[in-house]
């Protein structure tokens, strides 16, 4: 308000707006503002890697199902549910790039969103229960609309691994939703949680609530390797 109210006031002026139109116009302005302000904060909060965003990258190349299933994604509302989102696939199938730009998108709602793949997720968990503060790091993670764990099962984690990470997911079971990627489907989980029963029950706490998304696509980056290839080919021709 500060900023503007002394140009819009001589706008105002000049074009006889009454007092009520120049107070909303003020008002709008403010409000816009701490919207933006608001979506800044949320996406610095988040750790969310701004380049891979909804804008680059290309929904024509997802499944029809996936396609359609991530765009009523969009709005948010599944976070409401607390409903998890499992994302799998080969690795380059962009994975990673499409939670990142879900996130930002959630973000631009005004939602909260967390980003931590799942080794350095991991690793702060274990510092965390070291100086016996697990609880309130934990807490403080509750504390997100969205977690979005990345590369779950990418780094085979050792048994004290597996169980912070079993007790983080125990924790906002039905609390709050997580989203996640993994390069594994469920038939080789044990090799993350190390022992059936555990892997049933992290599965059964996913899965109870959830979207899973499966990109049977081939790797962007190897797509990406053989279109510069070829042209390298053709320039060389």
């Not at 779950?152 to 990627?181: D, H, K, N, P, W």
């Not at 797509?223 to 320039?235: L, W």
Request: proline share 2%.
């Amino acid at each position: 308000m500060r900023e503007s109210f002394e140009e819009l006031a001589r706008r105002a002026e000049a074009e006889s707006l009454s007092y009520e139109q120049y107070l909303l116009e003020l008002a709008e302005r403010e409000c816009q503002s701490r919207r933006e302000n608001r979506i800044a904060k949320l996406l610095r909060q988040s750790r969310l890697p701004l380049e891979k965003d909804l804008a680059s990258f290309d929904l024509k190349r997802l499944p029809t199902k996936a396609a359609r299933s991530f765009r009523t994604l969009l709005d948010g509302a599944f976070l409401d549910r607390c409903e998890n989102l499992l994302v799998f696939g080969k690795s380059g199938s962009g994975k990673t790039h499409l939670l990142c730009a879900l996130g930002q998108e959630l973000a631009r709602l005004g939602r909260s969103v967390c980003f931590r793949t799942c080794s350095l997720l991991v690793q702060e968990l274990l510092i965390a229960k070291r100086d016996l503060k697990l609880s309130r790091h934990l807490k403080s993670l509750s504390r997100f609309d969205a977690l979005i764990i990345d590369d779950i099962g990418y780094v085979q984690q050792s048994r004290e691994e597996m169980e912070v990470l079993f007790t983080l997911l125990a924790e906002r079971y039905e609390r709050g939703s997580v989203l996640l990627t993994s390069n594994l489907p469920f038939s080789q989980w044990e090799v993350i949680f190390k022992d059936p029963m555990t892997t049933a029950a992290a599965i059964d706490r996913l899965v109870h609530h959830s979207v899973i998304l499966e990109l049977n696509i081939s790797s962007y980056r190897l797509e990406a390797a053989k279109r510069s290839k070829q042209k390298q080919d053709e320039d060389a021709a």
